[in-house]
């Protein structure tokens, strides 16, 4: 063991312990004798399915949720039941995944506040100490600490959460999920930053789905499934594959469905043809009837302008779009819909559900008139249809009238899902269809998606990630500056493979055409990130 230079804590003590921690919610078992962890100058990731008890653990660490049983000591001092200004007195700080920011004051003033009465600055010196404080998350250069908190990016808030948390100076830091609305930039200003912690003796609890980022970054990993521990795991000799089959308790290998064998002709149900919007096109391609196929690419080559253009939410420039053999104007979203196009959207709460609403709501809203008859809503059939799918999506909710903004967000996914599913459509059109979305949630949503394939409809799938669109899809196509650059066939479909794809691009003919025979004018002849 070492100290810190700076008269920190003994690295490898332990800073945070939680014996035999049991929690119950009803009839509802949260944790069930968990005990867990955390050391002096470690990253200890906490991972599992939503459901699994690591928001109840986190909530009883921070003093704001009541065990039943168990003890938990923070710098080897006993906290008290239901006492998180204790917990902040002994030294443990928490940046919470929905922040908790006074939108309308200054960032200086939000991190004047955080930091307890004994270390914050003189009153004057606090824009000085608000730099300071940024820069060691690389947002010296965003954030000023005269801007009001409001006008943040969610990006910029997430980080601003955490650095919230280290105004405190902690011995332990709590990370819920941090991040979830984070680009690959702000992911490694945030892993410096937690790097910094773990060189100064601060223990870092890392709570997050996504599990390379936790085998990067942590030390140590435990995982939690339905309110049980599985073991705490050595990061360097645990492999992604194994984490998953810990998580959900099923092999690795079971993740995607295969697909249905087909038999006979292809049936086109979606056909685009040099389709123009605003910050994409011309892009051509066509939809089989149960077919799924990837969108790759990085952020910011018109994936979501393609997509809002495709659901009818913004009129294309040029060019034509068929679906079941009818030629659509896409001029509204009930258009698009009639035809069968429907979007499910990546942004869940703030565009596909109503959060002070139901389960039952929230899945069939835009589905009434099948459940109508002379102008009465038949609730027996009605309940009936959300209960199969309910099942059917294994979303977990105590009832149907649950609102949905207390279901975890792989549940808030799956309502999502429902209310697509509902409509029948013959092309889905799903943009991120399991960000920010547990692991076993995840398996779920691949299942159902094929299941829908299975059934007819054409799915296109925008994805962030490769393995996702090698295990989901029948073929990928690749988007760069606005335009497909190339088609992978399903039987060259792996990650490293799409990868390459993005990065360096598909060689060109000898008439400047892409290998999906559109002509592509000299700013586009090169893939760029």
């Given at each position: 063991?070492?100290?810190?230079?700076?008269?920190?804590?003994?690295?490898?003590?332990?800073?945070?312990?939680?014996?035999?921690?049991?929690?119950?919610?009803?009839?509802?078992?949260?944790?069930?004798?968990?005990?867990?962890?955390?050391?002096?100058?470690?990253?200890?990731?906490?991972?599992?399915?939503?459901?699994?008890?690591?928001?109840?653990?986190?909530?009883?660490?921070?003093?704001?949720?009541?065990?039943?049983?168990?003890?938990?000591?923070?710098?080897?001092?006993?906290?008290?039941?239901?006492?998180?200004?204790?917990?902040?007195?002994?030294?443990?700080?928490?940046?919470?995944?929905?922040?908790?920011?006074?939108?309308?004051?200054?960032?200086?003033?939000?991190?004047?506040?955080?930091?307890?009465?004994?270390?914050?600055?003189?009153?004057?010196?606090?824009?000085?100490?608000?730099?300071?404080?940024?820069?060691?998350?690389?947002?010296?250069?965003?954030?000023?600490?005269?801007?009001?908190?409001?006008?943040?990016?969610?990006?910029?808030?997430?980080?601003?959460?955490?650095?919230?948390?280290?105004?405190?100076?902690?011995?332990?830091?709590?990370?819920?999920?941090?991040?979830?609305?984070?680009?690959?930039?702000?992911?490694?200003?945030?892993?410096?930053?937690?790097?910094?912690?773990?060189?100064?003796?601060?223990?870092?609890?890392?709570?997050?789905?996504?599990?390379?980022?936790?085998?990067?970054?942590?030390?140590?990993?435990?995982?939690?499934?339905?309110?049980?521990?599985?073991?705490?795991?050595?990061?360097?000799?645990?492999?992604?594959?194994?984490?998953?089959?810990?998580?959900?308790?099923?092999?690795?290998?079971?993740?995607?469905?295969?697909?249905?064998?087909?038999?006979?002709?292809?049936?086109?149900?979606?056909?685009?043809?040099?389709?123009?919007?605003?910050?994409?096109?011309?892009?051509?391609?066509?939809?089989?009837?149960?077919?799924?196929?990837?969108?790759?690419?990085?952020?910011?080559?018109?994936?979501?302008?393609?997509?809002?253009?495709?659901?009818?939410?913004?009129?294309?420039k040029a060019g034509r779009v068929v679906c079941n053999g009818k030629e659509l104007s896409l001029v509204s979203t009930r258009e698009a819909v009639r035809a069968g196009l429907v979007l499910?959207?990546?942004?869940?709460?703030?565009?596909?559900?109503?959060?002070?609403?139901?389960?039952?709501?929230?899945?069939?809203?835009?589905?009434?008139?099948?459940?109508?008859?002379?102008?009465?809503?038949?609730?027996?059939?009605?309940?009936?249809?959300?209960?199969?799918?309910?099942?059917?999506?294994?979303?977990?909710?105590?009832?149907?009238?649950?609102?949905?903004?207390?279901?975890?967000?792989?549940?808030?996914?799956?309502?999502?899902?429902?209310?697509?599913?509902?409509?029948?459509?013959?092309?889905?059109?799903?943009?991120?269809?399991?960000?920010?979305?547990?692991?076993?949630?995840?398996?779920?949503?691949?299942?159902?998606?094929?299941?829908?394939?299975?059934?007819?409809?054409?799915?296109?799938?925008?994805?962030?990630?490769?393995?996702?669109?090698?295990?989901?899809?029948?073929?990928?196509?690749?988007?760069?500056?606005?335009?497909?650059?190339?088609?992978?066939?399903?039987?060259?479909?792996?990650?490293?493979?799409?990868?390459?794809?993005?990065?360096?691009?598909?060689?060109?003919?000898?008439?400047?055409?892409?290998?999906?025979?559109?002509?592509?004018?000299?700013?586009?002849?090169?893939?760029?990130?």
């Amino acid at each position: 063991m070492t100290r810190d230079p700076a008269g920190g804590a003994t690295t490898g003590d332990v800073v945070l312990e939680m014996r035999g921690v049991s929690r119950q919610f009803g009839a509802v078992r949260a944790l069930t004798d968990v005990s867990f962890d955390c050391r002096a100058g470690e990253v200890h990731a906490l991972v599992g399915e939503n459901g699994s008890g690591k928001s109840t653990l986190l909530g009883i660490a921070s003093g704001f949720v009541d065990p039943d049983r168990g003890t938990i000591l923070i710098g080897g001092r006993r906290l008290r039941r239901d006492s998180p200004a204790q917990a902040r007195r002994l030294g443990l700080a928490t940046a919470y995944q929905d922040t908790s920011l006074v939108l309308a004051e200054p960032v200086k003033n939000n991190l004047y506040l955080a930091a307890p009465p004994d270390q914050r600055p003189p009153y004057w010196r606090r824009k000085r100490w608000a730099r300071r404080l940024l820069s060691e998350l690389d947002l010296d250069m965003e954030l000023f600490p005269d801007a009001p908190a409001g006008t943040l990016t969610l990006a910029e808030r997430q980080l601003f959460e955490v650095a919230k948390a280290l105004a405190s100076d902690p011995k332990v830091l709590l990370l819920d999920e941090p991040t979830t609305a984070l680009g690959p930039h702000e992911v490694e200003a945030l892993h410096r930053a937690v790097d910094a912690c773990r060189r100064r003796g601060v223990g870092v609890v890392y709570v997050s789905h996504r599990l390379p980022e936790v085998l990067e970054i942590a030390d140590r990993i435990t995982v939690l499934r339905d309110g049980f521990s599985q073991g705490t795991h050595d990061a360097a000799t645990t492999s992604e594959e194994a984490l998953v089959e810990l998580i959900v308790g099923r092999p690795f290998d079971a993740a995607f469905p295969p697909p249905t064998p087909t038999s006979g002709e292809p049936e086109e149900v979606l056909v685009v043809d040099a389709l123009q919007g605003q910050s994409f096109g011309p892009a051509s391609f066509r939809l089989d009837r149960g077919e799924t196929v990837g969108i790759a690419g990085a952020e910011g080559n018109g994936q979501p302008q393609l997509f809002d253009c495709l659901a009818g939410r913004v009129p294309p420039k040029a060019g034509r779009v068929v679906c079941n053999g009818k030629e659509l104007s896409l001029v509204s979203t009930r258009e698009a819909v009639r035809a069968g196009l429907v979007l499910l959207p990546g942004d869940r709460k703030g565009e596909a559900l109503m959060p002070v609403l139901g389960v039952r709501v929230n899945s069939t809203i835009q589905s009434l008139g099948r459940f109508s008859l002379l102008g009465f809503l038949r609730r027996r059939a009605e309940r009936r249809a959300v209960r199969d799918l309910v099942e059917r999506l294994r979303t977990r909710t105590p009832s149907l009238e649950q609102p949905v903004e207390f279901l975890s967000g792989g549940n808030q996914q799956k309502v999502s899902i429902s209310r697509t599913f509902l409509r029948e459509p013959s092309v889905i059109l799903a943009y991120e269809p399991t960000q920010g979305v547990d692991v076993g949630s995840r398996f779920d949503i691949y299942e159902a998606l094929r299941a829908r394939a299975d059934q007819g409809a054409a799915i296109l799938v925008k994805s962030s990630d490769p393995i996702e669109l090698s295990g989901m899809c029948d073929r990928v196509l690749v988007m760069s500056r606005g335009q497909f650059i190339e088609e992978i066939p399903g039987d060259e479909l792996d990650e490293l493979r799409i990868v390459e794809a993005i990065v360096r691009g598909p060689g060109l003919s000898r008439d400047g055409r892409s290998p999906l025979g559109v002509a592509m004018p000299k700013a586009t002849q090169q893939v760029s990130l």
